[in-house]
């Protein structure tokens, strides 16, 4: 990529969310770089609107692009957030076979993450599952050390300080209208929150607008199936809900993350238990795929009794009355209903880079999915 006086940046990067603000802040130190961003702030989307687990690789497919940014961004992330005074707590994880579970099924979730060379994963004793989680009835459980959360909100705002510090500018409530290739790169329509259109041009373009990005694809004139030479584009949009645990005596009642066996006729890995910075307690994500024309973040209590028997599995005690609606978040995935799980996809073309199906583990790997992008181009 070289720079064109005749450009009004170097690289657009459309979507300020961890990923694309993790890109601006890798290329701006050595391009000029324009962010737009249809939301008013940063990371409204999908990197507010999840457990805030910072990932250690366990169950990704071997050479994926999910699992050797996982594997890399784990590290990174650590020490970024020690870096910038970004809220976070490596908590750890226990992976717990309960009763009705195969017995197998533990060692094959181990054997997984040995083949990914996941840092530190282990088998213990059901006496030290009991003893780290004595809530919980494991009968036999893994324990990932690597395993934390993050103040996801602030992770952005740290990447975004970053960018700016290093000379990317941010257009906020501009939502891209229209893109097309010149000469010398692309330009780019923009309309903001008043209706004014703003005319952007630029060598290169970052398309990392989460759920918006196969709408900039299409504009482009990449057909989203995909075809000869190009990847599919079009994303599938899943809902997962949460609730949080807000009886007195759950207080404290686990440490560490909770998750169960990941079960075959479920897609995703289940409904387990997670906890915020302030040690707050919550269940989800569940999963379920969502048709509606927007994005509707609003809880309520439909999915209680779904919730409340998935609860019990890790904490016997629960009651109905122990829980309430918590956040709604969306996933953007490559694959459908009933498919198997697709990989990132990271897709670079004449100076478009188009990132496709950037759910978890993207927020874990988007400081070395920056340095993929700045790679590319």
């Known amino acids: 990529m070289t720079s064109n006086a005749a450009r009004d940046a170097d690289v657009v990067v459309v979507g300020a969310g961890a990923v694309g603000l993790a890109i601006a802040a890798q290329l701006a130190s050595t391009h000029s770089v324009v962010v737009l961003e249809r939301h008013e702030p940063y990371a409204r989307e999908t990197t507010s609107h999840n457990s805030g687990v910072i990932h250690a ?40 076979a309960l009763d009705g579970d195969e017995p197998d099924a533990l060692d094959a979730v181990l054997a997984q993450a040995q083949a990914n060379e996941v840092v530190g994963i282990h088998p213990i004793t059901v006496e030290k599952a009991h003893a780290l989680e004595p809530n919980v009835p494991a ?19 740290s990447l975004e300080s970053a960018a700016r510090e290093a000379g990317a500018l941010f257009a906020y409530r501009h939502e891209v209208t229209g893109v097309t290739r010149d000469f010398a790169g692309f330009v780019i329509e923009a309309r903001d929150a008043d209706g004014n259109t703003t005319t952007l041009r630029t060598s290169a373009l970052v398309n990392s607008a989460g759920h918006g990005a196969p709408a900039i694809a299409a504009a482009l004139g990449y057909p989203l199936d995909g075809g ?32 169960p066996l990941p079960r075959p006729q479920l897609e995703g890995l289940g409904v387990h238990l997670t906890l915020d910075l302030d040690g707050a307690l919550r269940l989800g994500p569940d999963t379920a795929w969502w048709d509606g024309a927007a994005l509707d973040y609003r809880s309520d209590a439909t999915r209680q009794a779904e919730f409340l028997e998935a609860g019990r599995r890790l ?19 490559l694959s459908g209903p009933g498919e198997p799980e697709a990989d990132f996809l990271l897709w670079h073309d ?25 790679a590319l181009l």
């Open 57 to 96: 690789g366990i169950y990704y497919r071997t050479g994926s692009l999910k699992h050797r940014l996982c594997i890399e961004g784990n590290p990174m992330l650590y020490a970024w957030c020690e870096a910038h005074g970004v809220g976070h707590r490596r908590v750890g994880k226990l992976i717990v």
């Open 139 to 157: 009968t036999a459980a893994l324990y990932s050390p690597n395993t934390g959360i993050v103040d996801q909100v602030g992770y952005a705002r």
């Open 228 to 259: 000869e030479g190009l990847p599919a584009l079009r994303q599938h949009v899943n809902r997962g809900a949460y609730y949080d645990v807000v009886g007195a005596r759950f207080t404290r009642a686990v440490s560490h993350l909770v998750y």
């Open 315 to 333: 904490l016997p005690e629960l009651e109905a009355d122990d829980l309430a609606p918590g956040q709604v978040g969306y996933r953007p995935k």
């Open 350 to 374: 004449r100076g478009y880079v188009h990132l496709g199906g950037i759910e978890s583990p993207g927020l874990t790997a988007s400081l070395p999915l920056a340095r993929e992008v700045a």
